[in-house]
């Protein structure tokens, strides 16, 4: 899922109507999914693989439902990930009278080639399973949110190498609490990067637009991988940051005067480039496609 829009209804009860509404309305077949957004009680993320098929959704949800849907522009799905090893030890002890609590987790952060995802791994041996798991379950969680722009962590294997228990204040929460803490330091510990989506376009255009057409995927931070000559075409292909590529329809048909056509596969995903040249800041945040 390659892109999202951001979408916002007047109350929870037209969140809810809403939620509904894209279920019900997603022909068969149609790939989205939603993200809810912890600091909007009022909206969602609408995920889905095209600009065209969101833009569908959310052209029918208003036509066809009576409470009113702001849907602010699509958006290329980011994510971050992780580019060296990293061990954090977290110890979670708290005591207020009676029961106390307690957890102590080291776990060592590793990055992964590109599109493996997460991989969880345990080692303490001392641990039992269900605080392991707890381990585990409160990092895939946790990954979701973010760690310096709010965008997905990918790509990157935690191992659990050791852990820590006490007989009474120990329990599933506590390790979740120590395990989201542990995981929330990396963005303290730097090399956490943003990666967008690549796309594989090609381009088949009369020989006269040629040049526009390699000009415009050279405006859009386009590499041109090929060109050849195709009966009365030529084809043109490139690779292509998603977040570069929304409009390319309307303005290819406005450079080829509509004698062009194009289609698109995602590629994968690739270190974002700092539009503001800012080469000191190390998380690059993209200026196109971030999310406010």
């Known amino acids: 899922m390659l892109i999202e829009v951001a979408i916002s209804t007047k109350s929870q009860s037209d969140k809810v109507k809403a939620l509904e509404a894209f279920a019900e309305l997603a022909p068969l077949g149609q790939k989205f999914s939603v993200k809810m957004l912890e600091e909007s009680i009022n909206g969602f993320l609408l995920i889905g693989e095209t600009e065209a098929e969101l833009q569908s ?3 029918r949800a208003r036509r066809e439902f009576d409470f009113p ?11 971050e990930t992780i580019t060296r090893a990293v061990t954090v ?3 979670h002890k708290r005591q207020t009278g ?12 590793e990055p992964l080639t590109r599109g493996t995802g997460f991989v969880f791994a345990s080692e303490a041996e001392m641990l039992s399973i269900e605080f392991a798991q707890s381990v585990a379950e409160a990092i895939s969680l946790q990954k979701e949110k973010g760690l310096i722009a709010g965008f ?3 790509d990157f294997k935690a191992t659990l190498v050791e852990g820590k228990y006490h007989e009474v204040d120990s329990s599933l929460r506590t390790f979740d609490i120590a395990a989201r803490l542990a995981f929330a330091e990396l963005r ?4 956490v990067k943003i990666l967008e989506p690549i796309m594989k376009v090609e381009t ?8 526009g057409v390699i000009g415009d995927f050279n405006a859009r931070r386009g590499t041109v ?16 940051p998603l977040a570069n590529l929304f409009g390319y329809g309307k303005t290819l048909e406005a450079l080829s005067q509509g004698r062009a056509s194009f289609s698109m596969i995602f590629s994968h995903y690739e270190f974002a480039n700092n539009p503001r040249g800012d080469d000191d800041d190390p998380r690059f945040p993209p200026a196109i496609g971030m999310r406010a």
Do not use: K, W
């Open 204 to 211: 088949a255009a009369p020989d006269e637009f040629l040049g």
């Open 57 to 59: 959704l959310v052209d």
């Open 89 to 91: 030890r977290h110890t």
């Open 98 to 109: 009676g029961t106390g609590e307690f957890a102590e987790v080291t776990i060592l952060f």
């Open 188 to 191: 303290n510990r730097g090399g």
């Open 225 to 240: 991988e090929a060109t050849e000559s195709s009966d009365n075409a030529e084809i043109v292909v490139a690779m292509v």
């Open 69 to 79: 849907i702001e849907a602010g522009s699509p958006q290329a799905a980011f994510r």
């Open 152 to 154: 997905p962590v990918t």
